[in-house]
């Protein structure tokens, strides 16, 4: 075979030749797509599945419904119970007994620690029925308020991209 | 369908309950356990999870609509399950939620239930760097291989979103093994 610019006044590194095809594979191997696996490498303990539904099951016996009361609607709770209050002293009243109790006589400790420590089993629904949604303010579910520049923050820090924010034509 | 409404109906009625929740439980442990591993990461954690899923289906299920499908409502009580526990565990650690993945994906390098490779535990990580939706969004899609339609019902979110989303997450996934 005929030697190539043999005189062409071209010159190659010092062992060029000698170290091109490791210097290729590398670079085939670092622009390789990167695989990535398609399993997570997670497992579960022996049986796992298979006694699930059984310790649901003791868990469903063992446990009472619980419902966490609501912070936010306290204010209402004060207001249920002074209403309540105020119908048992009429019915004192009107029944002739002596001992007569006003919402005045409870100390604001015993009511928050009634509402902190009694489960109240107040559902959302019963709460709504008795809650004004028009009188409702984001104030009275979150303690700080949010002003445009939390809203910008938030943006910025936890959405990737506008399409993220999932607006559709009409939604504008 | 026509099981689901059998089911839905038998789960609500008080002589067929128990044996409704029976096979729905069985129906869908696996399906809502993974979903739950791939956001708690720890099988404790995961089963602790799973069951309060089952137990607030169980209990609720007089209140479901069938707005939805069933099996959508429940992974989107999973998935709520889910966060609200890493929320509830990140405030009892008095950690940020960042720090709480950090530690999570630290732990598991040492989890007996764990047999992941290095590229697998490197996934994790790399999982753990993308915001919440997109998280979901990839785990959703990528190890559960579900369709952008049932995503879509679960999470509420259209299908062009997910997409986004999806692509977004696979190439900072890809960039993160990358660069690691």
Same mark, same amino acid.
């Given at each position: 075979?005929?030697?190539?610019?043999?005189?062409?006044?071209?010159?190659?590194?010092?062992?060029?030749?000698?170290?091109?095809?490791?210097?290729?594979?590398? @670079?085939?191997?670092?622009?390789?797509?990167?695989?990535?696996?398609?399993?997570?490498?997670?497992?579960?303990? @022996?049986?796992?599945?298979?006694?699930?539904?059984?310790?649901?099951?003791?868990?469903?016996?063992?446990?009472?419904?619980?419902?966490?009361?609501?912070?936010?609607?306290?204010?209402?709770?004060?207001?249920?119970?002074?209403?309540?209050?105020?119908?048992?002293?009429?019915? #004192?009243?009107?029944?002739?007994?002596?001992?007569?109790?006003?919402?005045?006589?409870?100390? =604001?400790?015993?009511?928050?620690?009634?509402?902190?420590?009694?489960?109240? +089993?107040?559902?959302?629904?019963?709460?709504?029925?008795?809650?004004?949604?028009?009188?409702?303010?984001?104030?009275?579910?979150?303690?700080?308020?949010?002003?445009?520049?939390?809203?910008?923050?938030?943006?910025?820090?936890?959405?990737?991209?506008? +399409?993220?924010?999932?607006?559709?034509?009409?939604?504008? | 369908?026509?099981?689901?409404?059998?089911?839905?109906?038998?789960?609500?009625?008080?002589?067929?309950?128990?044996?409704?929740?029976?096979?729905?439980?069985?129906?869908? @442990?696996?399906?809502?356990?993974?979903?739950?591993?791939?956001?708690?990461? =720890?099988?404790?954690?995961?089963?602790?999870?799973?069951?309060?899923?089952?137990?607030?289906?169980?209990?609720?299920?007089?209140?479901?609509? #069938?707005?939805?499908?069933?099996?959508?409502?429940?992974?989107?009580?999973?998935?709520?399950?889910?966060?609200?526990?890493?929320?509830?565990?990140?405030?009892?650690?008095?950690?940020? +939620?960042?720090?709480?993945?950090?530690?999570?994906?630290? +732990?598991?390098?040492?989890?007996?239930?764990?047999?992941?490779?290095?590229?697998?535990?490197?996934?994790?990580?790399?999982?753990?760097?993308?915001?919440?939706?997109?998280?979901?969004?990839? =785990?959703?899609?990528?190890?559960?291989?579900?369709?952008?339609?049932?995503?879509?019902?679960?999470?509420?979110?259209?299908?062009?979103?997910?997409?986004?989303?999806?692509?977004?997450?696979?190439?900072?996934?890809?960039?993160?093994?990358?660069?690691?």
């Amino acid at each position: 075979m005929k030697k190539v610019n043999k005189n062409s006044g071209f010159k190659l590194p010092k062992n060029y030749l000698e170290n091109f095809n490791d210097s290729l594979l590398d @670079k085939i191997s670092s622009q390789e797509e990167i695989k990535i696996p398609n399993k997570e490498g997670f497992t579960v303990p @022996k049986d796992y599945f298979d006694t699930l539904h059984k310790n649901i099951s003791d868990k469903l016996e063992d446990t009472p419904t619980k419902v966490i009361p609501l912070k936010s609607y306290k204010k209402y709770y004060y207001s249920a119970i002074a209403a309540a209050a105020i119908i048992l002293l009429f019915v #004192g009243i009107n029944l002739n007994k002596t001992t007569n109790y006003s919402i005045e006589d409870i100390a =604001n400790s015993d009511i928050d620690a009634y509402i902190e420590y009694t489960d109240l +089993n107040f559902s959302s629904y019963e709460i709504a029925e008795v809650v004004p949604v028009d009188n409702l303010d984001i104030t009275d579910i979150l303690d700080a308020g949010i002003n445009e520049e939390n809203i910008i923050d938030y943006l910025e820090d936890d959405l990737d991209s506008f +399409n993220e924010l999932n607006l559709d034509s009409y939604d504008y | 369908m026509l099981e689901e409404q059998t089911l839905l109906e038998d789960l609500k009625q008080t002589e067929t309950q128990t044996r409704a929740f029976e096979t729905l439980v069985n129906t869908y @442990k696996e399906r809502l356990y993974w979903h739950i591993r791939g956001i708690v990461l =720890n099988h404790d954690d995961a089963d602790d999870v799973l069951q309060n899923t089952f137990i607030k289906v169980y209990r609720n299920i007089t209140n479901f609509k #069938g707005e939805s499908k069933l099996y959508s409502w429940m992974y989107r009580i999973a998935t709520n399950e889910s966060l609200s526990f890493l929320k509830s565990k990140s405030k009892k650690m008095g950690v940020s +939620n960042v720090e709480l993945q950090e530690t999570l994906l630290n +732990n598991l390098e040492s989890d007996v239930y764990f047999e992941g490779n290095e590229i697998q535990l490197k996934l994790q990580k790399a999982i753990a760097t993308l915001p919440e939706k997109q998280k979901l969004v990839f =785990n959703m899609k990528y190890f559960q291989e579900m369709k952008y339609e049932e995503i879509s019902e679960i999470l509420e979110t259209s299908v062009g979103a997910l997409k986004a989303s999806y692509h977004l997450a696979s190439k900072k996934i890809e960039t993160y093994i990358k660069e690691n």
